[in-house]
């Protein structure tokens, strides 16, 4: 168990829906990535937030967005959810910005 | 930009052999090197790391050397165990200040008992 959670595990929805995918860092952790994995593009980094303000954007599409709270928790939000978007979404967070990533379980996004 | 290559195709294996995962990697400076697995349903985790060149990263059995002059970091363990079928991802960190990772594709190691 790495510490980081994420919620939920698996979430099936329509194409042009749109989706929260929530992610609790570890205690004390003050960064966080977004990462999408899927079969065709394999591991890409989306997003990076350090103490609630963004810090880098990687492969994220327009459609997609993230914010990280005062609490240190991070959402990223998916919109106009289209059938490639189906993948696995992880989130890592890590202690400042130049520390090892601890990754979380993922989130399972099926869009049919 | 930064990227990683990963030899292609699935890797099977008999328990006990020796295993061996090609890893390169394409960087502008002198990045930190990972290598982490994935099981079965679950998140990754850091394997092994190095932070520069010529520098062994090594844990539970798997070893791997920075290599600079052949910009490799190939992963390789002496007798695998039917518990280290897995996926083998190798990483490299980007030099731009964020820390964010860059990996390459992958590889499915299966071992048989």
């Known amino acids: 168990d790495s510490g980081v959670t994420q919620t939920p595990k698996h979430l099936i929805t329509a194409t042009g829906q749109r989706v929260t995918l929530r992610c609790s860092p570890r205690s004390g952790d003050l960064s966080v990535y977004w990462y999408q994995q899927s079969l065709d593009q394999g591991l890409q980094f989306l997003i990076q937030?350090?103490?609630?303000?963004?810090?880098a954007k990687g492969n994220i599409l327009e459609r997609f967005s993230a914010q990280q709270f005062p609490d240190l928790h991070s959402e990223l939000n998916l919109s106009s959810l289209e059938l490639g978007d189906s993948a696995l979404y992880f989130c890592a967070s890590a202690e400042r910005e130049y520390n090892e990533q601890f990754f979380g379980p993922g989130t399972r996004l099926t869009v049919l | 930009g930064d990227s990683v290559t990963q030899m292609e195709g699935p890797v099977t294996l008999s328990e006990e052999a020796f295993l061996t995962i090609n890893c390169t990697y394409t960087?502008?400076?002198?990045?930190?090197l990972f290598w982490y697995v994935q099981y079965p349903g679950e998140g990754l985790q850091l394997l092994l790391k190095?932070?520069?060149?010529?520098d062994k990263g090594s844990n539970k059995g798997f070893e791997a050397t920075y290599r600079k002059e052949t910009t490799s970091f190939h992963l390789e363990k002496g007798s695998v165990q039917v518990s280290d079928s897995a996926v083998y991802f190798c990483a490299l960190s980007d030099l731009n200040g964020n820390n964010r990772l860059a990996f390459g594709k992958g590889n499915q190691v299966v071992v048989i008992p």
């Open positions: 190095a932070t520069k060149a010529d």
């Open positions: 960087a502008t400076g002198y990045p930190s």
């Open positions: 937030y350090y103490n609630g303000e963004e810090r």
